[in-house]
């Protein structure tokens, strides 16, 4: 496609002062920021900062009304989450968007989508070849499984699963479109200390493992200064900090922005 090979610590993808309005509500306020290839970026701030519209606009569901988005070198124009999927960004959400009523193993397929070439003509003409393709998919998805650790509940519709292995279930998902960035919004919400350890220890994992670069919201400020290389935080759309967690965590506007809370 065009696009130069990207290195580890290089620029994967630069918001430059981007603005997004509803009506009267600005939900971000020309915000710049950087994510780069490798690290795990986490995205902070009070209730209704704008970070879950930030993650919207990285992957095409909001279209800002002013600035740029360059992903992999390429300024993108107004492009569409399915484009944004295709070229590599996956995403989990606040509230887990499962199919309730389908195993743990469907699921993840269902992620896997994206990169099944054979469609039904063709699967029709190269029969042998649509099954082998199949076969690699499933095999694909069975390493997901056993890398997430969820063997024991591969056939279980994920309705009738705890809270937290849903998230693990809709993590996996997201690892099975192989993506090149990873969003997460607030996987840890909800979770109880065991489970928060646990999804630590993956989103550190695929991050390691896969070298998958990684931008994720959470509320958890303990969680995100251990895990995350760098913080931005926003604040009532505009970005009021940005840095190393220590930089962050030192900032007198971030610890005003807390302190005052309850926004
Ligand atoms: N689709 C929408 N229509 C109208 N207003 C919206 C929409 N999405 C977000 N907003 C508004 O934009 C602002 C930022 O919301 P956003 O959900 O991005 O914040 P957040 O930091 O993710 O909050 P939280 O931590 O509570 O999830 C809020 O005032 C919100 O009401």
Redesign the pocket.
Known sequence: MGVHEIKPGDVLLAVEDISLS?GA?R?ISDVSFDIRKGEVRAII?P????????LNCINGFYHPQQGTITYKGQKRSAMKPYEAAAQGIARTF?NVALFKGMSTLDNIMTGRNLKMKSNLLTSMIWWGKAEKEELEHRRFVEDIIDFLEIEAIRKTPVGRLPYGLQKRVELGRALAAEPELLLLDEPMAGMNLEEKEDMCRFILDVNDEFGTTICL?EHDMGVVMDISDRVMV?DY?GKIGDGVPEEVRTNQNVIDAYLGGGH
């Not at 209730?47 to 930030?54: D, L, V, Y």
Request: hydrophobic share 45%.
């Open positions: 509803f509500v939900a701030g209730n209704g900062a704008g970070k879950t519209s930030m606040q919201i926003l759309g």
